[in-house]
């Protein structure tokens, strides 16, 4: 039962162009997220206020956020005590079109990301476009995305576990980092995955 979680590749051209497993639309007011043995979507919780994830949600198959990962983090941020967070690299991609539900598999080109810290575990999130995309296609990093767009993103991933009435921040965004960084933090959540589930290396080759 643990190999249906763990079947698909991050991609052939991994970084420059991954598989991405969508969980959650933006028009989802509930917040899906994948079983890792069953390999069926179970509900997570509902988004628990107002304000939705603007793009298409999900993650980066055969990554894990672990100690490569979290090192970069640390490095980054000048943050000391970081840890992974022990999830797959999650990751948001730009379409024109709309998605109406969760639960495929699309490729995307990875073109930025946001340097997350959730009490005190890196829990990154790429910012890509969906490859081939008509409109959103053409980007190659994310200073051309249109800037509402990327506040957007900032702003639901500070407020999305944040209760009105909470005085206590959890989440921290320290850095928006470019199409090159991204690279790092997804090959770093690669070889961590390598190294927490080498044991399944033989049976998923």
Do not use: W
């Not at 053409?138 to 639901?156: F, G, M, S």
């Not at 209760?163 to 320290?174: H, L, S």
Request: hydrophobic letters at 35%; proline letters at 5%; charged letters at 25%.
């Amino acid at each position: 039962m643990l190999i249906l979680g763990h079947g698909v590749s991050a991609g052939e051209h991994a970084p420059d162009t991954v598989n991405v497993y969508i969980e959650i639309v933006p028009t989802d007011a509930l917040k899906y997220e994948l079983d890792k043995v069953s390999g069926h979507l179970r509900i997570d919780r509902p988004q628990r206020f107002s304000s939705m994830c603007p793009t298409l949600y999900g993650f980066i198959p055969q990554t894990l956020c672990g100690a490569k990962l979290a090192e970069l983090c640390a490095q980054r941020s000048g943050h000391a005590g970081i840890e992974g967070d022990g999830d797959p690299m999650d990751i948001c991609i730009l379409t024109e079109r709309p998605v109406t539900h969760g639960d495929i598999f699309v490729q995307a080109r990875p073109i930025g990301g946001l340097r997350m810290i959730d009490r005190k575990q890196a829990d990154d999130k790429i910012i890509a476009v969906l490859d081939s995309d008509s409109v959103y296609g053409n980007i190659q990093t994310i200073d051309e995305c249109p800037p509402t767009l990327v506040e957007r993103l900032r702003h639901y991933f500070l407020s999305y576990k944040q209760a009105p009435n909470d005085t206590q921040k959890f989440v921290e965004i320290t850095h928006i980092y470019n199409g090159d960084e991204a690279h790092n933090v997804i090959e770093r959540s690669m070889a961590d995955y390598r190294a927490a589930y080498e044991d399944l290396s033989n049976v998923l080759n």
